[in-house]
């Protein structure tokens, strides 16, 4: 029972569920999802692993990331203008760290 309620404790710091979602699909994916985020995390950790939870989603982000952008098959064609837009969003979607303010 301990292993469980560690792993519902630290899964709640980074909640991927939605409260209003209406699709429950949807919702039990991203359970699912962050289910196995987490036991890659504690394999990670048992491996000799050195980073945090957190280190781990961003690089894992980081990661798929790269993996999926390098693959050339999956590109479609863009517009002149949808690649107008693409450049405005860049800076804006990707996650960072944020600075403790309180």
């Keep these: ?12 710091y980074y909640p991927v569920a939605r409260n209003q979602q209406r699709k429950y699909y949807k919702k039990i994916f991203r359970h699912l999802l962050n289910q196995a985020v987490w036991n890659s995390f504690v394999i990670y950790k048992k491996n000799g692993g050195r980073l945090n939870h957190i280190g781990f989603r961003m690089e894992l982000v980081e990661r798929l990331i790269e993996v999926g952008g390098t693959d ?31």
């Design 1 to 12: 029972m301990g292993g469980v309620d560690r792993s519902d404790q630290c899964l709640s």
């Design 72 to 102: 050339p098959s999956t590109h479609r064609y863009v517009t002149p203008k949808e690649s107008e837009n693409v450049v405005l969003l860049i800076g804006r979607h990707f996650p960072s760290y944020l600075e403790n303010v309180f």
